[in-house]
C-alpha cells in the first residue's frame, strides 16, 4: 500500500472478495522525499485506509536494500552516461523479490499490488497482460516478472479504468479517492530535480556538443551526466536552423554528439545478455515481438537476433533508445501479453 488511490482499492476490492488481507508499506528511500510513494504523507494516507478499511498495517523496512539496488545503480549510471529507470529496478529486486520472500516467510498465499496490469491463467501458466485503461497501463514497468511471481500476484484493479478506480475508492470512503497520481521517481524530490540530486553525490563533467555530421562544435555542457540519448529539449539547434537530438554521450571523452532526427535514427537496438529475462520458455534467434522502451512509448516490431550480442532489429528506423533503459517484449499474435524484458546497452 503506497499511499495512492490505486492499491487503497485494490486492498477494499480483495477484502470484499472474501480475501484476508493484510496491509503492507515500504520504506524505502531514507532520505527527503515530496514525490513518489516514499513521502511521510504516503506512508500516513496507507496506514488511514487500512484503518478504514478494518485491516492491519505494517511498515517494512528495506532502505538499505534500496540503496544498495536502485539509488546507487541509478549514480553509478549516470556517471557512465546511461539513462536508468530506477522504478523498474525497484520493482525488480525490492517489490517482486525481497517482499514476495518476506511474504512467503510470513505465509500468505500472495502478493497484491494496485498496479494496472493483469494476470492471465491459462494451461497452468501465467501471463502478464496489459491493463485495462491503456493510458495508465504498467505492464511496461512489470516486464521482468516470471512465471513464480505472477502464480503468486493479484492485480486487482487491472481490468479497471482509472476513472473506475477512483469511483470504487469514493464508494468505500477512502481518504485517497481524488488523491493526484504519483509521477516522479520517490527519492528525488519534485522541487530540487534530478541535477539537484546528483550534484550532491557527483562530479558533473563539462562536454562539447558536437554535430554528427559535419563534427562542428555547437556548444557546451556543463553536467554530461545530464544528457540522455534521443533527448532534444535544452539542445541547441544547428547552423541550418533544424533541430538536434543527443546521439551519443561520450562521458570518457567529454563529448555529446547530437545530429538531426533523420541523422540518429538506428535500425537495432543492443540488449544485455545478462538482464534477458523472460516470463516462461526464453525466445530465440528469429524471435519476432513487439518492442516498448518506454512506460507508454508506442510498440514497434522487431526481430530478436544473437551473434556475439543480442539485439532487436527493428522493422523501421526509430529515435535511438538510450543505454540503461528497458525494453519490453509482447506477442505478436496476443500484442498485449508480455514476452519479456531486457536493459539496453551501448552498440
Known amino acids: 500500500m503506497s499511499g495512492g488511490v490505486d492499491s487503497s482499492v485494490a486492498a477494499g476490492l480483495l477484502i470484499e472478495a472474501g480475501h484476508e488481507v493484510v496491509g503492507a508499506t515500504l520504506k524505502l528511500w531514507g532520505g527527503t522525499s515530496d514525490s513518489g510513494c516514499c513521502s511521510v504523507a504516503d506512508v500516513d494516507d496507507a496506514r488511514r485506509v487500512a484503518q478504514i478499511l478494518g485491516i492491519d498495517h505494517h511498515i517494512f523496512n528495506y532502505t538499505e536494500e534500496f540503496e544498495r539496488h536502485v539509488v546507487e545503480p541509478f549514480i553509478a549510471a549516470h556517471v557512465a552516461g546511461d539513462s536508468p529507470n530506477p522504478c523498474i529496478e525497484c520493482n525488480r529486486h525490492i517489490k517482486f523479490d525481497l517482499l514476495f520472500e518476506r511474504a512467503e516467510r510470513l505465509g500468505f498465499d500472495a502478493v497484491a499490488t494496485g498496479h494496472h496490469a493483469q494476470v492471465l491463467a491459462r494451461d497452468g501458466l501465467h501471463y502478464l497482460v496489459r491493463g485495462a485503461d491503456e493510458r495508465k497501463d504498467q505492464s511496461y514497468v512489470l516486464g521482468y516478472l516470471n512465471e513464480q511471481q505472477l502464480s503468486q500476484l493479484l492485480l486487482p484493479i487491472g481490468a479497471m479504468t482509472k476513472d473506475a478506480v477512483r469511483i470504487e475508492a469514493e464508494r468505500l470512503g477512502l481518504r485517497t479517492w481524488n488523491k493526484p497520481d504519483s509521477q516522479d521517481v520517490c527519492f528525488i524530490e519534485a522541487s530540487k530535480g534530478r541535477e539537484s540530486f546528483l550534484a550532491q553525490r557527483i562530479e558533473f563533467t563539462p562536454a562539447k556538443i558536437v554535430d554528427v555530421q559535419s563534427g562542428e562544435v555547437l556548444g557546451e555542457t556543463g553536467a554530461a551526466e545530464l544528457m540522455t540519448v534521443g533527448q532534444r529539449r535544452g539542445v ?83 529515435r535511438p533508445v538510450a543505454a540503461g533503459q528497458s525494453v519490453v517484449m509482447y506477442r505478436t499474435d496476443e500484442p498485449t501479453i508480455v514476452e519479456g524484458a531486457a536493459i539496453v546497452t551501448s552498440p
Open 236 to 318: 541547441l539547434p544547428g547552423r541550418d536552423g533544424a533541430k538536434r537530438y543527443v546521439a551519443r554521450v561520450d562521458i570518457a571523452q567529454r563529448r555529446i554528439e547530437v545530429g538531426r532526427l533523420e541523422d540518429i535514427l538506428v535500425s537495432s537496438i543492443r540488449l544485455n545478455e545478462e538482464s534477458l529475462s523472460f516470463a516462461h520458455e526464453p525466445l530465440v534467434d528469429g524471435s519476432v515481438v513487439l518492442a516498448q522502451w518506454s512506460a507508454h512509448g508506442r510498440v514497434q516490431r522487431a526481430t530478436l537476433r544473437h551473434d556475439e550480442n543480442w539485439w532487436l532489429e527493428l522493422d523501421a528506423p526509430a
